[in-house]
Structure formats: structure tokens, C-alpha cells
């Protein structure tokens, strides 16, 4: 086998790796408590996450230091393939257990304002704000779909074919992880519910009027998530009736919600009495309006610096990948760019005077857990090590050796043979397909741990592949150069992860010093309401400090080029496979 136009050649003498410290890092950071909280004073300021799988809150200082944090799981039930729904009461219970934890040591006049940020999940409300269920069986307290539900795919298709102007906001078409295809779903499937509500809310939004009182939607969600028409400021009465969700229309869209603000603006009168009990803090705190989970680990990481930074940091040049059970790459620009496959450009929806544009991976590290717990050796694994992320951890230590083993002057051309696509959930961008499924070429008869390290980084190296295509497509539609990658989440803690990100995007990749950014981000947005920065930007820039730099491998360069072409020719094969078995013969 010839390797040598891939600058990965077999030696007969062992040659160094140099993917070294292949082990998860450990980043600054704490769990339930173990801050450094008897170092700080004042003013201080409370991020709310609550993600797919749990409720976070962490005690954030006004440098962005997280000081205390707490997370408490939330309960997410799945009656069927492609459906999950969980309880707005479970999350609200959850996050004041965790609020009440981090706030626990300090003084409660000098906890300044909150943040909330949420996953896009659909919150159903009845009369007097009680739960109406979306689900099939009826259950009360199951009144979130969850973002990641796939109920609604013939309402998406349907609502596409219209090909409203608005879609163009979306990259041509809505996603059915979007809310307005599932409002549909549930007026044609649960009528009952569809015919008693009160509000419909994103789940971030739910957060900030049951903490005041005051129906505000965030801009964010609205414009990122339900088709609101930013551009006029307003919601389209003509894309609700194409949509067939006319009610939706009525008393000024009431249930939808008629007040819209940036985020990072004061809600209400902040805290009522009842929610401050409940939380553990002072009835009137501020609180700002909301961000999607995702957008608020954007805006913590848009203000991070590498150390090595010198001169102008414009923020045009920054994708921020919020990595954890799912992928969301985040960027804004100073003019509008319109990417078929990619949402936005949203105006204003994280910082005001910007463009989002979002692309997004619907698994990731959901994805890995998938390849490590369906392969053999999971169960040996699992005894020996323990948690996961032991498992991780030894499998990134494992692949240098194998490398070595074999000869090879590069951890990554242990792939040669082996090329996949990933999107065993769907495809979220650039494609926007949810029906494309996963691909993999390559097998061999190897079995035991050996088999299952070059998989998963066959995996990985997927990720990494699919954050490419999102940018080069962004890149055909006009977008400025992209300068350096960030990150976040679970998955910015494997150092593989972010160095096939750095190698196959050939990008720098800036990991921040304070790992929690989707709880900074949230914090941020408390500190802005507050007035204690003067805008949503500096606090961002205030609160993001600095981060490692991780550079792009140019030895491994022209092997990632050639997989990638693979890469792409795998999802013409597959379109093909379709063809085929449809008959289309052309």
C-alpha cells in the first residue's frame, strides 16, 4: 500500500506521533461547588442552561469566572421513535435546586441579574399557564416537545412546498426540529390540546415569564426558531394562514407572543416574589431576556481572546461550535449573508448590529456514544475502565500507539481505508435533509478495541468534515473568512475532536480557559440587563476571557483534502443509492 502522496508514509523505523496528549484535557472549571468563590466580591450574576439532558446554574463574576456551579438532570421521556417530550414544571423544579445551590454562599443583595438559555423545545400552556400535554397518551405533566422530536416530518414537507420569502431567513427551508411544523402537528394530531391554548413558548422564553410574570418573547428564539419576520418586525399573518395555523393570528398573536425584545434587555420588574422564593433570591432581580442554549455559548465565546492575540479581534472571523449531544456553528457578519442549507442571516439575534448565520450537526457527541456503546468491546471496556469518558480517554491514547505500530507518521492516516458519513439522525446543514442516514467504507475483519479506535476516529474525523462542508458553503455564498475556530461543550473537552477540527478545516482552534461558556454566555446576559456593562457586545467582550490555541497540523493538510473529496463523494452516493432503488434510472 502507497502512502507517500500522502505525506503519511510507512517507515521501518518507528518515526514520533505527533498527535500527542491524546487524553481528555481538563480545562478550568467546577462542578457542585469547589469554586473560587471565597476569592471573589461582587457584583455577582446568575447563567441558567438547561440543556437536553439536564439544568445547569453556575455563579458567574463580572470577569466570567464561573465560581459555583450545580446541574441537576431533567426527565425526557421517548414513547415512540422520533418522539421525546419532557415537563415544563420537572425543569423549573430542576433549575431552582440548582440556583439555589450556586447562590447558597453569597450575599443575595449582590447577585445583580439572571440569565436564562434554554434548548428550542416547544413549551404548551393552557388556561391560567397549566400544562397542556403533547402527548399521544395524554399525560399532563408532558407538555415540551423537544427540539430534537422528528413527529413533524410530513407538516415540514408540507410547509416548504409553499416556498414563502420567509424561508429564505432559513436556508430555504424550515427545519422539522422548527416549531411552527410541530404546532401543526399538534393541531392535527392532538386537537383537544391544540384547541385550549393559552401560550405556546420556547422553552427559553418560558423560563424568563415564569421567573416574572411578563409574556416577552426573545427575539432570539422568535426569529431563530418560530418564522418571525425580523426584517419588519413582526409576524407574518400570511405565512401562518399558508401554514394553516390561521388561529395563530388572532388578538395580535397573542399566543404566540406580541412583545418581542433583543436579547439581553431587563424583563418586567424582574424576579416576582413567588419565583425569587423559589430560587433563593430577592424578589426583583433583574432578569434579561433569553437565548437558545446554543447562542448563549456564542455569545460567551465571541469575546475570547487566544493569549497569543495581538491587535484588532473581529468577531466577523469567529465560528463558535457549541459541541455536545448535537453541533451548532455560530457566526455573525456586519452584512447579511443568505447560505442555501444554513439558517439566518437572523438580525440582532444574539448581538445587536450583527447577522447570525447557523449551521449544525443534529448528533455529535450523541453520535460517538452510539459508535463506543453499540461495539463490541463496550462492555469489556465499561468493566474495566469504568465511566465513558475513561473509555475516551483511553481510545485517544491508544491511537498513537497504533499509529506507531504501524508505521504511520500520522495518527489521522490510520482512516486511510476507512470514510464516513455521519448523519445517522439526518442531516441539519448544509443539505437540510433529515432523511439522509449515515454511511461508512471501509470494514475490515478486526474486531476488539483496536477496531473500535479507528472507528470512532473515523467518526470524529466525520465531524470535523461535516464543520467543513458547513463553511465552504458559507464561503460560495459570499461569506468573509473565517479566522479561527472556537469551542465549547462536551466535546471540546477531547483534544481529538478539536485537533481534527484545527487539521481538516485548517483553521486555529481557541478552546477557552473557563469551559462553561454556555453558562457565562447566560450570565452575560444578566450582567447586560443589569446595566453593569453599557451593552450586550461588552459584556460578551468583558466576560469571555482568554483561551488555548490549538494550530492546524500542515503535514496531515493534503491527507485531508483527499478524504474529503471522499467525504462529498459519499453523499452523491448515497442520492444515487436512492435513485436507484426508486428506479430512476437517469
Known amino acids: 500500500m502507497l502512502f507517500s502522496f500522502l505525506r503519511c508514509s510507512r517507515t521501518l523505523v518507528q518515526r514520533k506521533i505527533s498527535n500527542t496528549k491524546l487524553q481528555l484535557m481538563v480545562i478550568r472549571g467546577v462542578c457542585d461547588g469547589g469554586g473560587d468563590l471565597e476569592m471573589a466580591s461582587g457584583p455577582f450574576f446568575v447563567g441558567v442552561d438547561v440543556g437536553t439532558g439536564s439544568a445547569r446554574a453556575a455563579l458567574v463574576a463580572s470577569d466570567g469566572r464561573v465560581l459555583e456551579q450545580s446541574v441537576q438532570t431533567i426527565q425526557t421521556w421517548n414513547p415512540e421513535p422520533g418522539y421525546y417530550n419532557q415537563s415544563s414544571d420537572n425543569i423549573w423544579q430542576s433549575i431552582c435546586q440548582v440556583v439555589k445551590k450556586v447562590i447558597g454562599g453569597v ?22 399557564g397549566s400544562p397542556l400535554t403533547v402527548s399521544k397518551s395524554g399525560e399532563a405533566e408532558q407538555n415540551i416537545i423537544l427540539w430534537m422530536d422528528h413527529r413533524a416530518e410530513q407538516e415540514t414537507q408540507e410547509i416548504n412546498a409553499f416556498k414563502n420569502p420567509l424561508l429564505k431567513y432559513v436556508g430555504g427551508q424550515v427545519s422539522l426540529e422548527m416549531e411552527v411544523p410541530k404546532l401543526l402537528w399538534l393541531k ?30 426573545s427575539l432570539c428564539s422568535v426569529v431563530c426558531k418560530w418564522n418571525y419576520d425580523a426584517a419588519n418586525g413582526s409576524w407574518s399573518k400570511e405565512f401562518l394562514k399558508q401554514a394553516d395555523l390561521e388561529e395563530l393570528t ?94 439566518g442571516p437572523y438580525q440582532d439575534a444574539i448581538i445587536p448590529g450583527y447577522f447570525l ?74 443539505i437540510a435533509d433529515p432523511t439522509l442516514r449515515g454511511v461508512i467504507t471501509g470494514l475490515d475483519m478486526t474486531r476488539g478495541t483496536e477496531s473500535l479506535a479507528i472507528k470512532y476516529l473515523a467518526f470524529v474525523q466525520a465531524l470535523a468534515y461535516g464543520t467543513r462542508h458547513i463553511i465552504e458553503n458559507l464561503y460560495q455564498y459570499g461569506r468573509a473568512p473565517f479566522q479561527t475556530l472556537l469551542f465549547c461543550g462536551g466535546l471540546a473537552k477531547n483534544p481529538l475532536y478539536v485537533q481534527c477540527h484545527a487539521d481538516i478545516c485548517n483553521l486555529p482552534a481557541l478552546i477557552p480557559d473557563e469551559q462553561e461558556m454556555v453558562l457565562v454566555g447566560a450570565a452575560a446576559l444578566g450582567a447586560a440587563a443589569s446595566g453593569h456593562f453599557d451593552s450586550l457586545e461588552s459584556a460578551s467582550k468583558a466576560m469571555g476571557g482568554t483561551g488555548q490555541l490549538v494550530k492546524p497540523n500542515p503535514e496531515t493538510l493534503e491527507f485531508h483534502n483527499r478524504k474529503y473529496k471522499v467525504f462529498l463523494q459519499l453523499l452523491e452516493n448515497q442520492i444515487q443509492y436512492r435513485r436507484i432503488m426508486q428506479g430512476d434510472t437517469k
Open 357 to 430: 448565520n447557523e449551521g449544525g450537526q443534529s448528533i455529535a457527541g450523541h453520535l460517538l456514544d452510539h459508535v463506543l456503546k453499540s461495539h463490541e468491546s463496550y462492555a469489556e471496556l465499561k468493566a474495566e475502565l469504568g465511566e465513558d469518558k475513561f473509555i475516551y480517554q483511553h481510545l485517544n491514547k491508544l491511537l498513537p500507539e497504533l499509529a506507531a505500530a504501524r508505521g504511520l507518521s500520522q495518527v489521522g492516516c490510520l482512516t486511510q481505508d476507512v470514510h464516513v458519513w455521519p448523519d445517522l439522525h439526518g442531516n441539519r446543514s448544509p
Open 107 to 128: 450575599d443575595k443583595s449582590e447577585v445583580k441579574g439572571i440569565g436564562f438559555d434554554a434548548t428550542c423545545s416547544l413549551v404548551v400552556l393552557g388556561p391560567k
Open 250 to 343: 388572532r388578538n395580535n398573536f397573542e399566543i404566540l407572543g406580541s412583545d418581542v425584545q433583543p436579547p439581553g434587555r431587563i424583563v418586567g420588574k424582574g424576579l416576582t416574589a413567588k419565583a425569587a422564593g423559589e430560587l433563593g433570591l430577592t424578589a426583583g432581580t433583574v432578569v434579561s431576556t433569553s437565548l437558545i442554549d446554543a447562542h448563549a455559548g456564542a455569545l460567551g465565546m465571541f469575546g475570547c481572546r487566544s493569549k497569543e492575540s495581538k491587535g484588532a479581534d473581529d468577531v466577523q472571523g469567529k465560528m463558535a461550535l457549541i459541541a455536545g449531544t448535537s453541533t451548532c456553528h455560530m457566526s455573525i457578519t456586519r452584512e447579511a449573508c443568505f447560505a442555501q442549507g444554513v439558517w
Open 188 to 217: 392535527r394530531n392532538l386537537a383537544k390540546t391544540f384547541g385550549n391554548i393559552w401560550r405556546v413558548f420556547d422553552l427559553p422564553d418560558f423560563l424568563t415569564w415564569r421567573a416574572t410574570g411578563v409574556d416577552t418573547r
